[in-house]
Nanobody
Framework: DVQLQASGGGVVQAGGSLRLSCVTS????????VAWFRQAPGKEREGVAC????????SNVDSVEGRFTISSDKPQRTVSLQMNSLKPEDTAVYLC??????????????????????WGKGTLVTVSS
C-alpha cells in the first residue's frame, strides 16, 4: 500500500521555524515527484514546493521563496520542508502528495495543477502573531 505520512506541525510564533517531514512508502521514489501543499481555513488548497525523487530538482512558489526549503532523503524515502521566518499567513494544514514524474509537465505547473496520484493526511501549522 502507498503511504505518505506527514508530521512536524505545531504552534509557533511569527518569525519562528518548523520542519515538516513526509515519510513515503509503497512506490518507487525515483519515479515520483513529492510535493507539499497547504490549505488555510476558508481558502483553497495551494501548492508550496515539490521535489523530484531521482535527482532532487525542486521548485517552490514565490510566497515561500527564501523562507521555505524542500529537501529529500532517498534512503529514508522522506521529503522535508524546512520553514523559517514563519508568518501568520502561513497558518494552514500542510499535506504531502506524490505523482509519477512526467517530463512534459514542469514542476511549477505540477504545483499549480495539483494532480497527485497519492495524498497523505495533513499536519497543522499555526503561526501566532
Amino acid at each position: 500500500d502507498v503511504q505518505l505520512q506527514a508530521s512536524g506541525g505545531g504552534v509557533v510564533q511569527a518569525g519562528g521555524s518548523l520542519r515538516l517531514s513526509c515519510v513515503t512508502s509503497g512506490f518507487n521514489f525515483d519515479d515520483y515527484v513529492v510535493a507539499w501543499f497547504r490549505q488555510a481555513p476558508g481558502k483553497e488548497r495551494e501548492g508550496v514546493a515539490c521535489i523530484r525523487g531521482n535527482d532532487g530538482i525542486y521548485s517552490n512558489v514565490d510566497s515561500v521563496e527564501g523562507r521555505f526549503t524542500i529537501s529529500s532523503d532517498k534512503p529514508q524515502r522522506t521529503v522535508s520542508l524546512q520553514m523559517n521566518s514563519l508568518k501568520p499567513e502561513d497558518t494552514a494544514v500542510y499535506l504531502c502528495g506524490a505523482v509519477r514524474w512526467n517530463p512534459a509537465v514542469s514542476l511549477n505547473m505540477l504545483l499549480l495543477l495539483q494532480g497527485m496520484d497519492y495524498w497523505g493526511k495533513g499536519t497543522l501549522v499555526t503561526v501566532s502573531s
